[in-house]
Each structure stands twice: as structure tokens, then as C-alpha cells.
């Protein structure tokens, strides 16, 4: 169950992040970064280069261990992904769930 939790909230993020970036909000990029024990959604052009004051902090599991692509950032306006691939997640019993974004940024899992 938390599997699927988890990847909901990361495509739904995704989803969030996008939206922001294509309404043009705060007249930057958006993105989504996803550690262990967390997803984030940004404000700015890279999770380096972020506004850390908008930060979006939601909480997975920390048996949930994150691989795969870990950052998506969306242009501004066009909402474009810069980066495409998949988001694995893996659980304590080896369980897998992937959430893929491909270029056209849209989001499966």
C-alpha cells in the first residue's frame, strides 16, 4: 500500500509542478525531486538553482528506497519536461512501482 501511495503522490506532483510551470507562476521553471523519504516540488531552473522559500515537502516512507531518474524540471510556459525516464521505487519486499514521464511530459505509473 505504501508503494502505491508513493508513486500516486510522485505523478500527482508531477502533475502539480507542471501545472505551475505552465501557468507561468513566479515567472520561472518548475520541477520535482524525489530522495528517500521525500518528493519536492521546486520553484526555479534546477533543484541546485531553486527558490527554497516555495519548497513543497511531502513525506513517503523511508523503506521506500527511490532510483531511477530522481529530478524533472518544467519549462516555463510550454510545461516541457528537460528531463524524460522513469522514477523506480522498491520496497523493503522487493516490490517495484514505476512512474515514467516522457517527453511530451506525460506522466504513466
Known sequence: N???IAATSIAQNLRRAQALAQA?????????R???GS???????SYMLRDSTFDENTSIPTTI???????????????LPQ???????????????NVTINKKGMVEY
Open 2 to 4: 505504501d508503494l502505491d
Open 24 to 32: 507561468g507562476d513566479g515567472d520561472t521553471s518548475w520541477g520535482l
Open 34 to 36: 524525489v530522495g528517500v
Open 39 to 45: 518528493i519536492l516540488v521546486y520553484k526555479g531552473a
Open 65 to 79: 528506497v527511490p532510483s531511477g531518474i530522481t529530478e524533472v524540471t518544467f519549462e516555463k510556459v510550454s510545461g
Open 83 to 97: 528531463t524524460t525516464g522513469t522514477f523506480t521505487l522498491t520496497s523493503q519486499a522487493n516490490e517495484i512501482r
